[in-house]
């Protein structure tokens, strides 16, 4: 089971990009969902999470720029960013709760991360 993350790249202020996130292997279900980021030399932060019946929560600092979704029939996790700033500069990680082995708990998985620059 693999969490395979891209979208990223470099964009000028004001800009847009969408993250997206795939789980890859044989799976039972897929709980919650998430997006955090690490900036360099500061500690990996929660941006955005979605639950298995779609509600979502988000870091103060990017709320109504950012929207994360899910589409569970692709088993894939979006991350729609919008107007973004120089200060969302970042590699960003999605992680998944998945339930991969019948009779045991389910399991925090993550992505290998993908680098989001906002130039200004």
């Known amino acids: 089971v693999q969490l395979q993350a891209s979208g990223g790249g470099l964009v000028q202020a004001g800009g847009s990009l969408r993250l997206s996130c795939v789980v890859s292997?044989?799976?039972?279900?897929?709980?919650?969902m998430g997006w955090y980021r690490q900036a360099p030399g500061k500690q990996r932060e929660l941006v955005a999470a979605?639950?298995?019946?779609?509600?979502?929560s988000y870091a103060e600092f990017v709320k109504g720029r950012l929207t994360i979704s899910r589409d569970d029939t692709k088993k894939t996790v979006y991350l729609q960013m919008n107007s973004l700033k120089p200060e969302d500069t970042a590699v960003y990680y999605c992680?998944?709760?998945?339930?991969?082995?019948?009779?045991?708990?389910?399991?925090?998985?993550w992505g290998q991360g993908t680098q989001v620059t906002v130039s200004s």
């Open positions: 992680n998944a709760d998945l339930w991969v082995v019948r009779w045991t708990p389910s399991e925090i998985y």
């Open positions: 979605i639950n298995r019946s779609g509600s979502t």
């Open positions: 292997g044989s799976i039972l279900s897929i709980n919650g």
